[in-house]
């Protein structure tokens, strides 16, 4: 068995000011990508895992992750795309494992992945097995799963289950290519949008997945359910919610776990309702000693992790103006502010207003800030999410001021994990508190180091109904008006093509 594998890892957001280019990749291939894999919690990593364990032989491809974000460049996508695809039409492989994360997109393409798995396939010819594992807030559309054999999300938000997606989704691969099981799969898309209550181990979800792993128990020709819950900040047409099932050679099977699970989806739209603490709360209870410290703030309104820019200031001017008592430190996105520091230099003085510059609507503060520390912006996530990626927060520049210090970074980027502060020189054992542009994956990571309370802040990944011009994407509920829609899902078996 020989199995390429490669990954193309973004989350796009229509409405943003900002491209992403090829300096917020992180980019690894050949050997580099194996030995990345080796100790990664990415679904990258499980798939290697299980390939190995399988004696297939590991065809490394390209390995490409950015931080969410605006629009990725067509020519860059074009340029990762025909990479993949040209090694896939040279080396002719038996299987192709994908690690997506399925909600990318591009300045011209809405649906990159679709375009990549159909290309791949064209290239590799039908008898090759196409196995993708996906975020499960992955825009999931018909060209991804009419050109791939394999198409599965990993279950949990927070996501601790990348590894175990990519180990299923190689599973069933190896399974295909030993002839022992034929997938076929049942999809229904649901045209609902929400952007809380996104847990999995709460709330409306922990209910439906819960229904999903009985449905999953019930009938051992299921192989896989899938619920993906379209990340919020895209506009592309039926970016909705996906309800997928893959069954062994039995389209009825895979069609009726579908039904069932998206009719229980539809009659919990409304349970999606926001329940966020109010942030001046927060802070008070931490000023007050009634709140252990440190405590790690999700900044809702500014999450990078959801494709905002991270040039949101509610959370400093709020510390700076009635909470100078605390200890905190918060990472904005500011590239003219880092270049200033620099001109600066360690030690000096920098005058000028922080933030706003990137994303509509945020007022910069202005403040005076000490220059403690300039660094390049790399970092090794320390995990449990994304562990073993590198990453890229482009150059930074660590401001104090008072009691505050800011992690100023070039580019939107990954602060939901310990190891991005560290690996910029600050000291997060002295802060009562610590502010990640992330709403669940600072979660798990921060999870040693003090309590994680997502608050309530202002800003275009706070979603509420009219908060964004929506176009393509609807109608869609809670957007507009919309009727029951059909539950019959559409069949994708690849036995028939
Ligand atoms: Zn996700």
């Known amino acids: 068995m020989r199995v390429f594998v490669s990954s193309l890892f973004h989350e796009g957001n229509s409405f943003s000011r900002l491209t992403t280019g090829v300096e917020n990749f992180s980019i690894v291939r050949g050997d580099e990508l194996l030995k990345k894999a080796q100790g990664s919690s ?74 990549l798995i159909i290309a791949i396939r064209n290239a590799a010819g039908p008898g090759t097995v196409i196995a993708v594992s996906l975020d499960l807030h992955a825009h999931v559309t018909p060209a991804m799963l009419d050109g791939a054999d394999v198409v599965i999300a990993c279950k949990e938000n927070p996501h ?67 619920i993906y819950n379209c990340t919020t900040l895209v506009d592309v047409e039926r970016g909705w919610q996906c309800v997928t099932a893959i069954a062994d050679g039995d389209p009825e099977a895979a069609r009726a776990a579908v039904d069932t699970l998206a009719r229980d989806f539809w009659l919990r739209r409304s349970e999606f309702v926001p329940d966020f603490a109010p942030l001046a709360e927060v802070l ?95 970092f090794i996530h320390a995990g449990p999410y994304l562990r073993g990626e590198p990453a890229e927060l482009g150059d930074t520049a660590v401001l104090r001021s008072h009691n505050l210090t800011v992690l100023v970074t070039s580019l939107p980027g990954f602060t939901q994990d310990p190891a991005a502060f560290r690996s910029q020189g600050v000291d997060l054992a002295e802060q ?17 180091i003090g309590r994680c309370i997502v608050v309530d802040t202002p800003g275009i990944s706070n979603y509420r109904p009219g908060l964004l011009p929506f176009a393509k994407r609807r109608p869609v509920y809670p957007e507009d008006d919309v009727q029951e829609p059909d539950f019959a899902a559409t069949v994708f078996d690849r036995r028939i093509a």
Not at 314 to 341: H, Q, S, Y
Not at 437 to 443: A, E, L, V
Request: hydrophobic share 40%.
């Open 160 to 226: 601790t289950d990348y590894d175990r997606a990519g180990e299923r989704a190689a599973e069933l691969m190896v399974e295909s290519l030993n002839r022992r099981i034929a997938p076929v799969t049942a999809a229904t898309w649901l045209p609902l949008i929400f952007g809380a209550q996104m847990e999995t181990g709460r709330g409306p979800l922990a209910v439906l997945h819960r229904r999903r792993r009985e449905l999953l128990a019930a009938d051992p020709k299921l192989l896989d359910i899938s």
């Open 42 to 115: 990415s679904s990258l990593g499980g798939a290697c895992r299980i390939l190995a364990q399988s004696g297939a032989e590991i065809l490394p491809g390209l390995s490409a992750v950015s931080a969410p974000g605006g629009p990725v460049e067509d020519s860059l996508f074009r340029r990762l795309r025909d990479e993949i695809v040209e090694a896939v039409r040279r080396l002719q492989p038996d299987g192709v494992y994908l690690d997506l994360h399925g909600a990318m997109i591009t300045q011209t393409l809405d649906d990159p992945e679709g375009d």
């Open 432 to 448: 009562d508190v610590i502010v990640a542009k992330s709403g669940y994956h600072f979660k798990i990571s921060f999870a040693d």
């Open 284 to 378: 008070a209870d931490v000023a007050a000693g009634r709140s252990e410290k440190p405590v790690i703030l999700g900044d809702q309104g500014d999450r990078v992790l959801a494709g905002a820019a991270g040039d949101g200031t509610t959370i400093i001017a709020e510390l700076a103006n009635r909470w100078p008592m605390l200890r905190a430190v918060v990472p904005v996105t500011d590239p003219a502010m880092v270049k200033a520091a620099q001109q600066a230099g360690l030690g000096e003085d920098v005058i000028r207003p922080l933030g706003g510059g990137l994303s509509k609507g945020i007022t910069p503060f202005l403040g005076t800030w000490r220059v403690s520390r300039l660094g390049d912006g790399h």
